[in-house]
């Protein structure tokens, strides 16, 4: 699950994790940065902090907090044969560093091959929604992390790379319209749910 802050994705997971649960689907829900010991700790590092920290550290440390998470937390569980539901996945360091910090797509390509080697989402759901409904949902909360204190004109930024990155792989990445109630994106998330993954959601109840 993707997108800016404030289009609605920490309310909208637990739509997601509930109809995969209701499906039978063994769910496994984490987040990024984060999800092990060290990749919690990162995340303290890069976003609960006064200093600055250059584009091309923040990258690593994300990177280095997905390679934890990916080793010993998302292809074990993957083996086991549950389903991995992650808040922000490698899309985020190409909205967020390739795209806001104009580290570019490339750069951000080469350390995705070389920690994930290949390990991808299956499907990624693109909360998208207008600064201005953004702005008005994040107003509401009361403190901001170091990445959430910066401008609009980074966030434009973030959310050109993630459209672009959804118009590059149009089969993984399905672009959610977040701009209207809870109710309604939380309908579009379970219609795309099922359009998406009605496959494997057969394969895995008769499993
Ligand atoms: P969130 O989980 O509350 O959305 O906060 C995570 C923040 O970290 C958010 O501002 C996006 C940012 N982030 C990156 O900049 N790059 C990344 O690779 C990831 C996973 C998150």
Not at 138 to 165: H, M, P
Request: proline share 3%; aromatic share 6%; net charge negative.
């Amino acid at each position: 699950m993707e997108g800016v802050e404030g289009v609605g994705k920490s309310t909208l997971l637990p739509v997601v994790k509930d109809f995969l649960v209701e499906q039978g689907v063994d769910v496994l829900h984490t987040r990024e940065p984060g999800g092990t010991q060290l990749g919690e700790q990162l995340r303290d590092v890069v976003l609960n902090t006064d200093q600055e920290i250059v584009p091309k550290a923040e990258l690593l440390l994300m990177f280095a907090a997905r390679a934890q998470h990916a080793e010993k937390v998302i292809a074990p569980a993957l083996a086991k044969g549950k389903w991995v539901l992650c808040d922000r996945f490698t899309d985020a360091s190409f909205a967020y560093q390739g795209g806001g910090r104009e580290l570019g797509e490339d750069r951000v390509a080469i350390i995705e091959q070389w920690v994930l080697e290949g390990l991808n989402a299956d499907l990624t759901l693109l909360l998208d929604a207008s600064r201005e409904t953004s702005l008005e949902r994040t107003k509401r909360r009361r403190e901001f992390d170091r990445i959430e204190t910066e401008g609009d004109e980074f966030f434009e930024k973030v959310k050109l790379a993630y459209l672009d990155r959804a118009a590059s792989y149009p089969e993984r990445i399905k672009i959610i319209d977040a701009n209207p109630d809870f109710d309604t994106v939380a309908e579009s998330v379970r219609v795309q749910l099922i359009e998406s993954c009605g496959q494997w959601l057969s394969a895995a109840v008769e499993s």
